[in-house]
């Protein structure tokens, strides 16, 4: 990978907007399009082992052996998405991960969850170009089904967020979240041992 290639993948993971006719954009397409021809291949395996080596093909590295992936699973690009150990992702989920997804260890996800990192400006004359912002997943939290993450978005550890919601903004540690958009519902309390 040349130096063009780290910056705009760099670029990209750090955030912002990037032109959709920029020159360097057409590594990223590369990827891309390498992503949608790998994905049928994953979403036709029929074992967790065959699941777990396709996609790491897709993101373009070893997914632990304790993680489960369920088929069908969507992306866009993969290459910025970070998997934890014993991580369980369910069916039918999508990640847009240009802007970067990090999922740290113990995470579950619940079928049909929509992980999305890119968005695009209000104004029309600007809104091909990509705005791009992190999605971070942290230990132990629990996303239930149908849940739909928007760009720049933490979920804190241990935190819950229920069935159907749309997250567009933080969820701090240790609570549960639900909604449209997702707002806070309660805390969570940890047995002291």
């Not at 390498?34 to 036709?44: C, E, H, S, V, W």
């Not at 629990?142 to 229920?162: C, Q, R, Y």
Request: net charge positive; glycine share 8%.
């Amino acid at each position: 990978m040349n130096q063009e290639d780290t910056d705009i993948f760099s670029q990209m993971l750090k955030g912002g907007t990037i032109k959709n006719d920029a020159p360097v954009m057409s590594k990223a397409w590369e990827i891309v399009f390498r992503t949608q021809k790998l994905l049928p291949a994953l979403n036709n395996s029929t074992h967790i082992r065959e699941m777990r080596e396709r996609l790491s093909e897709i993101i373009n590295n070893k997914i632990d052996d304790s993680t489960t992936i369920f088929v069908p699973f969507y992306t866009n690009f993969g290459h910025h998405i970070k998997l934890g150990k014993n991580v369980f992702i369910n069916h039918a989920c999508s990640f847009l991960d240009l802007g970067g997804i990090t999922i740290e260890d113990e995470v579950q996800i619940g079928p049909k969850t929509n992980l999305i990192t890119e968005n695009h400006p209000i104004e029309p004359t600007k809104r091909k170009y990509l705005q791009l912002n992190a999605i971070t997943i942290k230990k132990n939290a629990w996303i239930g089904a149908g849940v739909t993450i928007l760009p720049g978005v933490t979920v804190g550890e241990n935190s819950i967020i229920a069935a159907g919601a749309v997250v567009n903004k933080d969820v701090p540690p240790n609570t549960i979240f639900g909604g449209i958009p997702a707002k806070f519902i309660k805390n969570i309390t940890t047995p002291k041992s």
